[in-house]
């Protein structure tokens, strides 16, 4: 099956700074690629994805770029703001309609005022 | 609207009740789910239902039963539960088939079973 690794597993960040956090995964059959915001006390947070057709998106200040020959993915977070403290997932999901979603176990992301 | 939404937010129940989980969604998404998520850990899939069928079970104990009454609607029936089912549930939909672009989870569910 799928195997996402995440990395790393808590980063701090001053406000102001970039933050980026990289996943790898297995099966080279994964074409869909989440990244999910999750708060504490809440449900997890779509903020991003992308299909394996697509190199690159971006959406104000969140970015994710996959490298499919590597088979790495990566979020990239600008300009970061407290509120971007959170606990973040990436996830893959490999070609085939099984609907699983395969989660890397998590980065804590706490950004200094 | 695009949000899925779960009733109730909070749960406790007794290892001997019979209680339920609701999930609804407007976005259209003809694929459901149903995930459990540990403190600190990733959420793990227990169900799928794709076009209102079970389409995956993942081994999941009998004492937890889903239920998809229409494209909207997802129920997860909860029965004799042990202290070690305590956990945020969560619902999640999605476009079904390859693209499962705008997979998209609810709040959840705080359980606690006493």
Same mark, same amino acid.
């Given at each position: 099956g799928e195997n996402v690794e995440q990395h790393p597993s808590t980063l701090s960040v001053q406000e102001g700074?970039?933050?980026v956090i990289k996943c790898t995964y297995s099966d080279s059959a994964s074409n869909y690629f989440p990244w999910y915001k999750q708060e504490l006390g809440k449900g997890p947070q779509l903020i991003i994805d992308i299909r394996s057709n697509v190199g690159e998106k971006k959406d104000q200040r969140i970015a994710v770029t996959l490298n499919k020959t590597a088979k790495h993915f990566s979020l990239h977070i600008t300009e970061t703001q407290p509120e971007d403290s959170a606990v973040y997932f990436c996830a893959a999901s490999r070609k085939g309609g099984d609907y699983k979603l395969s989660f890397g176990a998590g980065t804590t992301v706490t950004v200094r005022a | 609207d695009t949000e899925v939404t779960q009733t109730p937010k909070h749960l406790v129940m007794g290892m001997t009740n019979k209680k339920s989980l609701k999930c609804e969604q407007h976005m259209g998404h003809r694929a459901m789910y149903w995930y459990k998520q540990k403190a600190k850990k990733p959420p793990e899939l227990m169900f799928v239902y794709s076009y209102e069928k079970l389409s995956i079970n993942e081994s999941v104990p009998s004492r937890f039963s889903p239920e998809c009454p229409n494209s909207s609607l997802l129920n997860l029936h909860l029965?004799?539960?042990?202290?070690?089912?305590?956990? /945020? !549930?969560?619902?999640? =939909? =999605?476009?079904?088939? +390859? =693209? /499962?672009?705008? !997979? +998209?989870?609810?709040?959840?569910?705080?359980? +606690?079973?006493?």
């Open positions: 700074d970039s933050a | 029965h004799a539960l042990q202290p070690e089912d305590s956990a /945020l !549930y969560l619902c999640a =939909s =999605s476009q079904p088939g +390859t =693209s /499962l672009l705008g !997979y +998209t989870f609810g709040s959840g569910t705080r359980l +606690t079973v006493v």
